[in-house]
């Protein structure tokens, strides 16, 4: 038979949430960084090496800053209740 399925407990949906929106956040970062180092006038139309470990770094610090803005919120929420 099949068993119904558990609501997520609070932590499992936090972590959770945070994951989605750490991947969405990271290659929202990546995908901007490569447009900017791609078509800004000025610039070499050229995707090199460099471009390629800033974008990383770009994306890697997109997620960063999405998880503790989330964890942040998440701890204020809880204060408050």
Excluded: Y
Aim: a positive charge.
């Amino acid at each position: 038979m099949i068993e119904p399925q558990k609501e997520p407990t609070p932590g499992q949906a936090l972590k959770s949430r945070r994951r989605q929106a750490g991947i969405a956040a990271f290659l929202v970062g990546l995908v901007a960084s490569f447009a900017f180092f791609a078509f800004f006038p000025g610039l070499p139309h050229v995707i090199d090496w460099g471009a390629i470990l800033v974008s990383f770094a770009v994306g890697g610090l997109a997620r960063w800053g999405c998880q503790s803005w989330i964890t942040r919120t998440a701890k204020e929420k809880a204060e408050r209740m």
